[in-house]
């Protein structure tokens, strides 16, 4: 059974920062892309930033390039985002997936709130 547990979100300002933390159990965790992904109240999940299973690879939205940074520990197993900078708009629920592609995303974590005050 694979599980993903996210960590650390919570409440800060605008123009801090945050790390998320998701670890993983179960599975084969080096074969897999990792994905972010998060969803603001009222809106569709969306993606956010993905590692390629070797870390060489990275992706963001466009929303959050140049202020948040995706890598993966394959010692601990586990995904991490740096989020720098951060906007009120950046409020949302983040999840931790296995995959990339939200419509081929097979397990989710099961979320951490991230709010960003103006």
């Known amino acids: 059974q694979v599980k993903l547990v996210e960590s650390g979100g919570g409440l800060v300002q605008a123009g801090g920062s945050l790390r998320l933390s998701c670890v993983v159990s179960?599975?084969?965790?080096?074969?897999?892309?990792m994905g972010w992904f998060r969803q603001a109240p009222r809106k569709e999940r969306e993606f956010v930033a993905a590692?390629?299973?070797?870390?060489?690879?990275?992706y963001y939205a466009d929303s959050v390039k140049g202020r948040f940074a995706i890598s993966r520990d394959s010692a601990k197993n586990a995904v991490l985002l740096q989020m720098n900078s951060l906007k009120p708009e950046d409020t949302a629920v983040y999840y931790c997936?296995?995959?990339?592609?939200?419509?081929?995303?097979?397990?989710w974590g099961q979320g951490t709130q991230v709010t960003v005050s103006s």
């Open positions: 590692v390629s299973w070797s870390g060489e690879y990275t």
């Open positions: 997936a296995r995959g990339w592609d939200l419509q081929r995303v097979d397990y």
């Open positions: 179960g599975g084969r965790f080096s074969s897999y892309a």
